[in-house]
């Protein structure tokens, strides 16, 4: 497909990789709906892109919701008189041990429901929202080529910390390959990236000596930035033959 005949949704948009993807997919000439929850970065987005080929629009979305989802894919249609792309990027965090004891009380504290709901509800319940509203459009639509890309993560594999964000991005990256295979009769290609650790306000929130140790089982020692990760976007965007299948942009990293 050609970046100058897009017209995709980025999920997220408002900051980190969404924000790079967004503004870079508009510098080269496609037409982007920045969808987030925040609402001021979707604002400085705009701004920003206001002189690009490629125009921007946004949507305050959550992803999670239904309602939001259905009026964010409405709404790309008909301002963009159609839709072809969609990048379900939106995704968040909330770490912690299964189960931990407490050296010093014997207390066993537990992940609790709500933080492996959260994560679950907006890194994999969205992204499947966001695919099956989005496919349904194109069908219905009668549009002839379209492409999905996943933002999963090589947490994936399974990262000690991690019970609600590894078991959604594995979830997401198994949903990759079978989308594909599901919707490849309807001209729609899904493909997937997983970064490793990438240079956005997640890191830069890190205190130094933590972001050391993690980097010392990457092979490049150092984190990727949001402009490497969009060479992924870019690549499967453009490459008609590639579905189905994840890209680890991660620097060698090995969990
Ligand atoms: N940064 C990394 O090292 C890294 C590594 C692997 C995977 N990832 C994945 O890449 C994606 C982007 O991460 P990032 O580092 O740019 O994060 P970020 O926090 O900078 O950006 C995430 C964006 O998602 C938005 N968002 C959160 N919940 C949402 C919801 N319910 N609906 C709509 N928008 C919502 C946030 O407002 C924010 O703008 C995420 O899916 C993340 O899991 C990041």
Redesign the pocket.
């Known amino acids: 497909m050609n970046l100058n005949d897009l017209k995709i949704i980025v ?9 790079h993807f967004a503004l870079r997919l508009a510098e080269l000439g496609a037409s982007v709906a920045a ?4 609402t001021e ?1 979707l604002e400085s987005l705009k701004a920003e892109a206001a002189d690009f080929p490629g125009k921007v629009i946004t949507f305050e ?4 919701s239904e309602d939001d989802v259905v009026a964010l894919i409405n709404g790309t249609y008909e301002q963009f008189g159609g839709l072809n792309g969609l990048v379900n ?5 909330r770490d912690g041990l299964l189960v931990k004891k407490d050296k010093t009380t014997g207390n066993v504290k537990r992940m609790s429901l709500k933080n492996w709901q959260m994560v679950i509800d ?2 994999l319940t ?1 992204p499947f929202l966001c695919t099956r509203e989005f496919a349904a459009k194109v069908i219905e639509t009668d549009t002839k080529q379209a492409v999905v890309i996943n ?5 994936r594999h399974g990262n000690p910390g991690q019970s609600n964000y590894s078991a959604a ?1 594995a979830g997401l990256a198994a949903d990759t390959k079978l989308w594909a295979m599901e919707l490849a009769r309807y001209g729609i290609r899904v493909a997937a990236i997983a ?4 240079d ?4 830069q929130g890190m205190r130094p000596e933590v972001l050391d140790k993690m980097l010392k089982g990457v092979a490049m020692r150092r ?1 990727g930035t949001p402009e490497e990760l969009f060479l992924g976007v870019k690549f499967i965007v453009e490459c008609d033959y590639f579905t189905g299948r994840c890209l680890d942009i991660d620097g060698g990293t090995f969990m």
């Open positions: 999920t997220g948009a408002a900051s980190g990789m969404g924000r969808a987030d929850l925040n970065g979305t959550n992803v999670a990027n939106a995704g968040i965090f907006v890194d969205g933002i999963s993560s090589v947490s991005k970064p490793g650790f990438v956005t306000p997640i890191l984190t």
